[in-house]
């Protein structure tokens, strides 16, 4: 298993949210992580459902606001991944 280490510190009211994309860019998978030590991975079962193309990969650090019940996207990264077939 390859293993892609990503260091954000994160504060107070913020969390990490990874989500996965298929081609035509609809949400497959959505994970939020509260704390540093999250680990986002796929499950041998999960790795079956990606056929064969172009998938996106996105890492969203957000900030909670409470008072406002929002959402505040402060670092965005997006990452295009090919999957292959055998």
């Known amino acids: 298993m390859d ?17 996965l994309f298929n081609f035509r860019k609809e949400l497959m998978r959505t994970d939020i992580f509260k704390d540093q030590e999250g680990v986002w991975e796929l499950t041998p079962e999960q790795s079956l459902e990606l056929v ?3 998938y996106y990969f996105n890492i969203h650090l957000e ?24």
Do not use: R, S
């Not at 280490?5 to 989500?19: A, C, K, Y």
């Not at 505040?72 to 090919?82: D, G, H, S, V």
């Open 3 to 19: 293993v892609i280490p990503v260091e954000i510190p994160l504060t107070e009211g913020q969390q990490i949210t990874v989500q």
């Open 52 to 54: 064969p193309g172009i």
């Open 63 to 86: 900030t909670l606001d409470a008072e406002e019940e929002t959402t505040k996207l402060k670092l965005t990264n997006t990452y295009e991944i090919n999957v292959k077939g055998f």
